[in-house]
């Protein structure tokens, strides 16, 4: 399975858009890239997925580079309520339900 | 349209007891996930339903967990007899089709503590 390596956390204003880094330099032809994220006592809340064009909806941007070794989600306008842990999921096409989430990078958004 | 929802939301029992967590995915939804978190570690996949079918079970740790789904619709998983290093909170997830680009949908989990 890819591996995906985050910053272990970021701090961002309040109001500004936060740019959440993920490299994933070993994933294959058919992987996606997942994003989700745990505000502090929920369940992990889906955000977006993409498989080599940029994706955007209403609570992100999906930027995937050219290589698809590497991502990056935006939160165009961060708020207090987006503080959270983000995960960056690579995931596998022959295992389709096991995601597999790592430490995540912990978002701290200040006013 | 209402998300996936578990009951009960915490759970506190003695080891040795037995403790049923029950999961009512999406409706419509025919794919069913277990995973948990326990004692601060990353949350780890336990096992998929298709319908009332396990699709893989290879995250189950051992036979002391028993997870149902029984008519494809909600899935209860127990633990019998409850161990100490079960406790933590366990989510389930539901997502429309068995592919890769059919988003998981969690629930808010059931955090249970065994004492």
């Known amino acids: 399975d890819a591996k995906t390596t985050q910053p272990t956390s970021m701090d961002c204003a309040e109001g500004r858009a936060a740019n959440l880094p993920c490299n994933h330099s070993?994933?294959?032809?058919?992987?996606?890239v997942y994003w989700y994220r745990q505000i502090h006592s929920q369940g992990p809340q889906y955000i977006i997925h993409?498989?080599?064009n940029n994706e955007t909806n209403e609570m992100a941007s999906l930027i995937i580079t050219e290589d698809r070794k590497s991502s990056t989600l935006i939160l165009p306008h961060a708020t207090l309520r987006d503080t959270a842990v983000y995960y960056c999921i690579v995931r596998v096409y022959s295992n389709t339900g096991k995601l597999i989430f790592g430490q995540g990078t912990t978002l701290q958004v200040k006013p | 349209e209402a998300g996936v929802t578990q009951f009960p939301s915490h759970s506190v029992i003695e080891k040795g007891q037995t403790v049923t967590l029950r999961c009512d995915p999406i409706?419509?939804?025919?794919?069913l996930y277990w995973y948990r978190r326990v004692m601060g570690k990353e949350i780890k996949f336990l096992l998929h339903?298709?319908?009332?079918?396990?699709?893989?079970e290879s995250g189950m740790p051992n036979n002391r967990f028993l997870a149902e789904r029984t008519g494809g619709t909600y899935s209860t998983l127990k633990v019998q007899p409850a161990e100490l290093e079960d406790s933590g909170v366990y989510f389930c997830?539901?997502?429309?089709?068995?592919?890769?680009?059919?988003?998981?949908?969690f629930g808010n989990g059931t955090r249970l503590t065994v004492t």
């Open positions: 339903f298709v319908k009332e079918s396990k699709q893989d």
């Open positions: 070993t994933i294959s032809g058919n992987e996606y």
């Open positions: 409706s419509g939804h025919d794919n």
């Open positions: 997830a539901s997502s429309q089709r068995d592919r890769a680009n059919s988003p998981l949908h």
């Open positions: 993409g498989l080599k």
